[in-house]
């Protein structure tokens, strides 16, 4: 009996030393990968959009992030504490944390590969909100104290943000904000060498310079961007090997689904997105690499309030709502991909409402508006979207449907940077638009996409106005109790719903294919574009 | 003596006299080749102007909304015999009603392209001197230019619409004619019939446009027919990379720019029925302008 027990044993023991050696991960190799659109910024401060944030991702640090499954984890920080009344926010840095030593070639860079201490991010923070940077994103931390001075250039520095000591940084707020340290993960918020920004000056956006795993080699436009390994690199593995494992990414820029698709299949590519043409295929061929999750996003036409027809128009914005079958469309024409959009906030999200009366597919309902709105006999506008044959699709399919009940949609398609620009600059009156969380609260939704004060790039691009949803928003961004904080979001989102500035269309589903060989690769819930390749590796 | 009546010299009656066009007419009616291109042509124009008559669909109509799957990507059938897309429209209709679409284009971006070539060619040739020199220039620069980039240049700046695309084509593409134009005219204006004509008090504008330029035309004619077939890959091109005709409007480009997407799929109906419209137009256009080449020159005359 003795003896066969050690004979299990022995098995046990052996199988797993089998195990183990198969997952020992092998380093080097090139990361083959692609982006639908060229970014446009690489400077942090700057970007606002996925395809950016997928490769600032790469080359940028934040002191906390967002892990595969949503939740706030350290990154440059090791831990925080938060006072009483969650006014002061105290971060304890991670030692030997360095700024990339060489980049674009193994030319050094003006920092010298410097170690990270807590006035690199005390200076960051008065970089990012300084007025001259105009960074859109630099209101999500406007609750630090003496923001609004430093913006309006009365103070030189940002009064709410010191270092301790080298390894210590502190936030204080000039009021309580909930979400504040899951908003420090958003892109924007990583550490800059000041030495190189300075250097660069104008140009930074073009020679980007981080802690990030990887370093920047080059960026060619429209056409490809490539990353190295950086050497220095903090993070080490389970066993304390050092990371990342790859030695370089490559991303290039194919616009094209359909090429992204054959390039996948012949394996110039380790990882894509699969359009609907071969999402059954993919499904089938590669059951064990295709994955998919519920992604916290929006997909939504955006009725510009400030311009005709949709200004002080209430009934023509609810009729676009009535007449579109979100339903079928999501069924015969995305595959059923998707989540058809009730409201703004996608499930799965604080605050999110099963309940929400939204808006059914009721075309005498749509044309009864459209009458009521002054538009008998229809009108004529134009939809203006991002060059994608995905939201061409969709594009395409409304039209249809709106020209049922009389309105007459004209597609009008503008490289991306061109469409987000106008777009930002309240020129559009019709536009397609997608929101995917920043950070997971509904604030972000809420309101960053709708509050008056953010009109504009800052993500109101409806440019929507109402002071009790103003209220009701601003509010909830203070309150720490969350039960009213879910109240107050359900009641401000019940408003939007009604008013209408947006279609809502479908909520967003991530879903990202690897090759078989690709290992260590997780589709995080935030979505694939938000993936980090410190720890990816292959098997071949 | 017997007196015989002289002889009347019969003269052979002369023969009735015979235009160019009537001669060119004549052999291309010999040209089985060229006939067959000009057959597809009309098939085609035919097409153009009764396609609401003989399509029994709406070509912008989306059968999923009321038949649901089953309309969606449909294979050939009775019903739909070059099947649905994926929005179950009707192909067979959209590809009728794409010969709209592409003739217009060509038709128009050819005329544009005439008027400009023929009137700047026309007085590079009979000028000459600095006039031709600017003109040629003119011509030299824009040729230099990668054509199909200029074209996208133009129309990216512009809004996205079928009256820009061929507009931009006409602008881009009046240099071959403005060229043959001025070849032409050149060793014509040294003709006697024109040193007629200005003897007899004619302005340089009668001479240019009542006296040379018909004699100047098969050049041009054969030029715009065989450009037809160009002129129609261009635009579907056009439309294939994202400008040009926006959708809804069946052309051509656009169904074998999504189409394609869905080849590999099995849904091959969608992008290959379309593809063999336009080759087939673009066969006949060159079939019939190469006939008309070999009927329009006097010097082929066997």
Redesign the interface.
């Known amino acids: 009996m003795r003896k066969f027990t050690f004979f299990v044993v022995c098995i046990m023991v052996l199988s797993l030393t089998v195990v183990c050696f198969a997952e020992t991960p092998k380093y080097g190799g090139v990361w083959k990968d692609a982006l639908q659109q060229n970014p446009p910024y690489l400077d942090p401060a700057m970007a606002t959009d996925t395809t950016s944030a997928e490769i600032d991702y790469q080359i940028f640090e934040t002191l906390v992030e967002n892990d595969t499954e949503g939740d706030l984890v350290p990154l440059l920080a090791e831990s925080w504490e938060v006072n009483g009344d969650a006014t002061e926010v105290v971060f304890h840095l991670r030692k030997g944390v360095k700024f990339h030593a060489a980049t674009e070639g193994g030319v050094p860079t003006a920092n010298g590969g410097r170690e990270v201490t807590a006035h690199d991010w005390v200076w960051t923070f008065n970089y990012i909100c300084d007025p001259a940077t105009n960074s859109p994103r630099a209101y999500f931390v406007e609750f630090i104290k003496g923001y609004q001075e430093y913006m309006d250039g009365k103070v030189d520095s940002l009064a709410g943000v010191s270092a301790l000591d080298d390894y210590t940084l502190k936030f204080e707020l000039s009021q309580k904000f909930a979400p504040f340290v899951s908003v420090l993960a958003y892109n924007t918020f990583v550490v800059l060498p000041r030495e190189d920004v300075e250097k660069w000056d104008e140009n930074w956006n073009f020679h980007p310079v981080g802690t990030g795993p990887f370093t920047f080699e080059y960026w060619n436009q429209d056409d490809k961007i490539y990353l190295s390994k950086n050497e220095n690199y903090w993070g080490k593995d389970d066993n304390g090997n050092p990371l990342p494992y790859m030695d370089a990414l490559e991303f290039r820029i194919i616009e094209d ?2 090429v992204m ?2 390039e996948f299949k012949v394996e110039n590519l380790y990882q894509t997105y699969v ?1 609907d ?2 999402y ?2 993919a499904k089938e061929t590669y059951a064990d690499s295709f994955f998919e999750r519920p992604q916290l996003g929006t997909f939504y036409f955006g009725m510009n309030m400030e311009l005709p027809p949709f200004k002080d128009n209430k009934p023509l914005r609810q009729a676009m709502n009535y007449a579109i ?1 979100r339903e ?1 469309l999501n ?3 995305l595959n059923n991909r998707q989540t058809p959009a009730s409201g703004i906030l996608p499930p799965g999200m604080f605050g999110y409402n099963p309940d929400l009366k939204g808006y059914n597919y009721d075309p005498a309902k749509a044309r009864e508006l459209l009458k009521e709105a002054g538009y008998p006999n229809g009108l004529e506008i134009t939809l203006q979207y991002n ?1 994608s ?1 995905f939201n ?2 969709i ?3 409304l ?3 709106y ?2 009940i009389g309105i007459k949609v ?4 503008l490289e991306w940077g061109t469409h987000l620009d106008t777009t930002a600059n309240g020129e559009v009156p019709f536009f397609r638009m997608a929101w995917v969380c920043d950070y997971n609260d509904p604030d972000n939704f809420l309101y960053v996409l709708l509050h008056s004060e953010n009109k504009g790039a800052k993500g109101n691009y409806t440019r929507y106005h109402n002071p009790i949803f103003d209220m009701l928003t601003a509010r909830a961004r203070r309150e720490s109790d969350p039960n009213i904080r879910k109240e107050l979001y359900q009641e401000a989102e019940a408003i939007i719903v009604d008013e209408a500035p947006m279609v809502f269309i479908y909520h967003h589903t991530t879903d990202s294919l690897i090759q078989p060989y690709v290992q260590n690769y997780v589709l995080p819930s935030f979505g694939q574009y938000s993936n980090k390749f410190t720890k990816v590796w292959l098997d071949i | 003596m017997n007196v015989a009546e002289p002889k009347t010299t019969v003269i052979k009656e002369t023969p009735k006299g015979t235009s160019l066009y009537r001669d060119s007419w004549v052999r291309l009616k010999r040209n089985k080749l060229a006939l067959f291109g000009g057959f597809l042509v009309i098939i085609i124009i035919f097409l153009a102007i009764f396609a609401d008559v003989i399509t029994v669909y709406d070509p912008t109509e989306q059968l999923i909304w009321k038949e649901g799957a089953k309309a969606k990507l449909a294979s050939p059938s009775w019903e739909h015999p070059f099947g649905t897309d994926l929005f179950g429209r009707d192909i067979l209709t959209r590809v009728i009603y794409g010969t709209r679409i592409s003739l217009a284009i060509a038709l128009a971006s050819t005329i544009i392209s005439m008027i400009i070539g023929v009137f700047l060619g026309a007085c590079a040739g009979y000028f000459g001197g600095w006039v031709d020199s600017i003109i040629s220039w003119l011509v030299n620069v824009i040729y230099s230019f990668p054509f199909l980039l200029f074209i996208i240049a133009i129309v990216a700046y512009l809004p996205p619409s079928m009256w820009l695309t061929f507009i931009a084509i006409g602008c881009v593409n009046w240099m071959r004619y403005a060229r043959l134009i001025r070849g032409q005219f050149l060793s014509l204006r040294e003709k006697e019939f024109v040193e007629a004509a200005r003897a007899l008090g004619a302005n340089d504008f009668a001479i240019m446009f009542k006296h040379l330029l018909p004699n100047a035309l098969s050049p041009i004619i054969v030029n715009a027919t065989l450009g037809m077939g160009g002129i129609i890959m261009l635009e579907a091109s056009l439309t294939f990379l994202g400008f040009g005709t926006q959708p809804p409007t069946p052309s051509w480009g656009n169904m074998i720019s999504e189409g394609q997407r869905w080849l590999s799929s099995g849904q091959w109906w969608w992008a290959i029925f379309p593809g063999i419209a336009i080759s087939l137009t673009v066969l006949g256009f060159n079939l019939l302008g190469d006939g008309l080449r070999d009927a329009l020159d006097p010097r082929l005359k066997d």
């Open positions: 689904y359909s698709w054959e359009d043409p071969y059954l295929e079958n079928l069924e015969l024409v060059t044959t061409a699709r594009a395409e399919a039209q249809a449907q020209a049922q004209n597609l009008e398609n």
